[in-house]
């Protein structure tokens, strides 16, 4: 039961990521006079930031001797730009996209990205993993095919590359000894980006807006759902293995998608609806039919 707990309080965690950054992000019902609460640029400093802070705190509390801080000895700057990348990309994605949409196109994308990975290194899938595969493939496909309920192309370009510097920063991070340190390591490393960002945002002349209200949310996704969500992540992954990980995290898109129901009043869409179930089914098929093959 406290797995079962702890694998469902990581998944909604990893969820709320999405909906705090649709009410943060999305210029709705949450920000005043046609504005967001927080613009992309800044929600993206902000949580990447208050993550470094909650993650060296918890390796401080958690580690011991030469290991109880974080010295940027575990991570890479390549990592970190993987990190900084999909923060950035998310951000900017949530501008225009519905929460459970944005999560759906972002976890294919993650997903998509580590297969390919795994295809480019030699691994030959079964039958019934390509069929899996080819589901899920030409559902993604025929969500973000233009139509009347098809997502924003702009915003949907920007997850799917957040989903793949994700998926990137993931294989990146595959053996890691102690992943908890090298995730605060590479947190610690993305601030560091931070400035290019915003004189990036300066030059093209970017709206910069921040309320009190925003930059809570910022925290609250950087410091909660991803610090303290990533540390429960990996406790909870020692015990349930990578493959029923993997199908576990099918759930999050859903969760989101629900969280966007009762928080931003966002509606299903039957296209959404089918898709999901496509593309999570898709995914879970392969992961089974992979992990019999193993």
């Known amino acids: 039961m406290r797995l079962i707990l702890l694998t469902s309080l990581t998944m909604i965690a990893f969820a709320a990521n999405s909906v705090l950054g649709r009410m ?23 949580r990447l930031g208050s993550g470094a802070v909650m993650l060296a705190l918890l390796v401080a509390v958690t580690g011991t001797g030469a290991r109880r801080w974080p010295r940027l000895q575990s991570g890479s700057w390549a990592s970190a730009f ?31 990205t580590m297969i390919g990975w795994s295809l480019k290194e030699g691994d030959r899938p079964s039958l019934l993993e390509w069929l899996g595969l080819i589901v899920a493939f030409g559902a993604f496909i025929w969500l973000v095919s233009p139509g009347l309920s098809a997502p924003d192309p702009l915003a949907a370009a920007a997850m799917a590359a957040s989903g793949i510097a994700w998926g990137a920063y993931s294989l990146r991070g595959r053996g890691l000894p102690d992943p908890l340190k090298a995730t605060a390591d ?46 429960l992540w990996y406790r909870v992954l020692k015990r349930i293995g990578a493959t029923q990980g993997a199908i576990v ?39 089974m039919a992979k992990q019999r093959r193993l």
């Open 82 to 112: 993987a990190l900084f990348a999909y923060a950035v990309a998310f951000s900017y994605a949530y501008v225009a996209l519905d929460t459970g949409i944005g999560a759906l196109i972002l976890f294919a994308c993650v997903q998509a």
């Open 249 to 287: 995290q099918l759930t999050v898109p859903v969760i989101a998608a629900i969280g966007g129901t009762v928080f931003l009043d966002e509606g299903w869409t039957l296209r959404l609806a089918v898709s999901s179930l496509l593309i999570l089914g898709g995914v879970a098929l392969a992961t």
């Open 24 to 46: 943060a992000i999305a210029p709705g019902p949450f920000g005043s006079g046609g504005l967001p609460l927080i613009d992309p640029a800044s929600y993206s400093a902000v």
């Open 186 to 231: 590479n947190f610690m490393r993305s601030v560091a980006f931070i400035i290019p960002l915003f004189g990036l945002v300066l030059v093209t002349q970017l709206p910069v807006h921040a309320s009190a209200k925003g930059v809570m949310l910022a925290i609250a996704s950087g410091a909660v759902t991803s610090g303290l969500g990533y540390a």
